[in-house]
């Protein structure tokens, strides 16, 4: 077989880009910088989609859309927002084959255009909370991309709040900065530390910016998701005014917070290896693939009969019949195991690819298990199942594959590749007091630095120029003993985290 | 109370867009022709998409999403498609701060661009059928736009699929308008018309165009999806080629097929009454709303009491423990009642509100079912239901409050508003012989009209200006007997139905 995926160790970007084309899970477009996502990754962003969702929709969140065009005056109504996010837009000019008036954004981000729509809906302290949520495309005009991580497109959700007051706002900003924290960790199994960023890495507009940073194989840092405290910034700019239970008018205050398509990149660079794709099994769409395998008609015949009742017997009757006229023509059959959660059992019954083939398929799609059966296992009554983690395999009665064996499997391999993952990650950690051993590691190679220092926007952009590292948060919930900053050796109390990131 | 919402009598069109605007569905936005679909509203998209995205999947049909920007080039490609489309585009010329080299529109379908990447992904019989779908926002400039029917940006499903032989391409394309057909009729309970369009009313580009079309309450139609069967005519185009199992090299075969946000416009236009919405029970986000009647604290603790019982009693006593942290400081509490489709029941416990404007705020939002408690009735043991749709009320004892109950009581509305719906269509459907009766049958009123009528894009332009009527569909499944032409006079062996559109 061919091999189509570079090694991580011989060329790690080059390897990032081979297991997306290996498991056809996007696409440059002819549009620069401008990716189309396939069925095998967009199958992960709905996952995503499915799950954080609910977990909003928990918290009292509502969905709603607002619009893609944003006029270009709006942005300039806020000082700070209008100088990060200008530079980066893509504007309209024409439409309907006229010459437009005013100039048109697409959105980068909408706290502009919800901001001027909440002055018309918030009136008073009854109208607050309002707790909104979008799943929308948003468009940043980059130079460089790179398929999911940085694209002038991508897909994220918006999550934008208003409060009566500056507590209940600065509450709702640490809420969502965990659900995204517990979400990261449970559902992708990758750890994050969480943190604030410093003024320099804050987004444009915002009083306070919060993250959950993950580290990538190659020891660098992803931003994986913020949640910003905006203070009276956006009231103040698009005057959301209430009257306050006090009977006088106020500014609301507001929180926003996302994460985007970007977390399909983590989760590839975080658990996948040189054969392709690895999924956890709480985020994967297919759980396992059933390799029919036989050399002739008759084994076919006892292999596929053998597959189907042992299938029968783990997920019902019903549901088999119904997988097979799911899928009209095509030979791959789908099984539902979770409704739910839309997760599935594939068999892979195509004839035009031999088992190996179909192996390396479903390897490289980075499904959580592979059984397979052959006319020899129909014989002794077994099915083998094979981990795509750590490639162990297990002979298992029909009998004993049940809900109770596999879920126990799945689970096991969830926390296997969280604490894999977390193994790395504090293995790459390292704490650090001068900077001369700060610019050697460096120089050397990646991971997290944890280090004194107290933030400037003068000394981080030194630092960057030096190294390319960048402060990637000041841990919350964590008290340092005082120290010594590591760049200008003045006392220090704060203690930040450096690293190169994405 | 202040009367918000226009009689339907009075001005229909006013009355449409005050039952929007006291539903707090959609609101216009600052960008002309672009609306902002609030909670109220997206909920109900969001209950088409999780239906009609199961029922896609069930067929094979995988999402995945393509850019938002499509070269101006890609257009010229298919002439019928340009000339269709050029008209209506919104041009992007500038990103990143530089003048692009090639506008990009933002498109208004994607055909052009899924043809242009599936001719790098389609090589052999092999890679077919692709069954693709999105879910995403699309850009029509439009100059007169109404809230849902017909706005500049819109939400909708695009479907697009590539097959070996125009059979399969052709059955794909009848499938997916079956399915549009029974999602309107099971489940926005909205009786529909199935049939081709003429030519002069084809999708650009398409080689047959099917629909589906509904009667409002005006008696105007409004095609509610459709489904186009595209020969090869983009695969031309985009050279999408395969080699088949006869080892040629061919063309796909195309069908492309959505629906979109419109459908809450004829949702609303087809089922509301002068009190505001009412929503078909399938499609509501909540089923009903629980209003409990107190005027001091002991009688609000008896009653909220009797009310937690009673809901412990139908959904169990976690879901009514999980509702009441679900919210946080929000006083309007929600129990789910159906984990998959997420529907719910809600308590409306707040008191800034008297009962009665709990009412008007419910029905106003068109929740199927009112459920009143008053001390009186906890006394009884009993609770009041009420329906949305005809207002009747019923006591029910507490322990006769069962899913049973409340499933019937909502099949049985589910069906009374597709039975009305369907009354008033048929009520408002005539046969018509001659042109100087169809004349007068649109000066006077509205409804649909089935004529003899040779379709011919000159006689179409000529009546509808002379009538504003257009032919809605050549319906499918039809043999009439030879007629005459209702406005040449000439022999005819095609029935068609006209009406007045939006």
Known sequence: MARNITTREKDYSQWYLDVIAAAEMADYSPVRGCMVIRPTGYALWEAIQRELDGRFKELGHQNCYFPLFIPESFFK?????????APECAVVTHGGGERLEEPLCIRPTSETMIGHMWSQWVHSWRDLP????????????????????RTSEFLWQEGHTAHETEAEAMEETMRMLEVYRSFAEDFLAIPVLVGEKTESERFAGAVKTFCIEGMMQDGKALQMGTSHFLGQNFARAFDIRFEGRDQKLQHAWTTSWGVSTRLIGA???V???DEGLILPPRMAPALAAVIPIFRNDDEKAKVLAFVEKTLAGLLGEDEVAASLTRFGNSQVQQLFYAQASGQSIVVDRRETMRPGEKHYF???RGLPLRIEVGPRDVDGGNLVVKSRLDGSKEVVPAAALTRGYLDAKLAGIQKAMYDRAKSFRDANTHACGSYREFSKFFEAGRGFLRCHFNPSSQAEAQIKTETKATVRLIPVGHTPAPGTDVFTGDPSTTEVVFAISY
């Open 77 to 85: 109504k806020e000082a700070e927002h209008v100088e990060g996010f």
């Open 130 to 149: 309002v707790l909104n949520n979008q799943w929308a495309n948003v468009v940043r005009w980059e130079r460089r991309t790179r398929l999911f991580l």
């Open 267 to 269: 989760v590839i660079m």
């Open 271 to 273: 658990h996948s290896d």
């Open 362 to 364: 479903w390897e490289q």
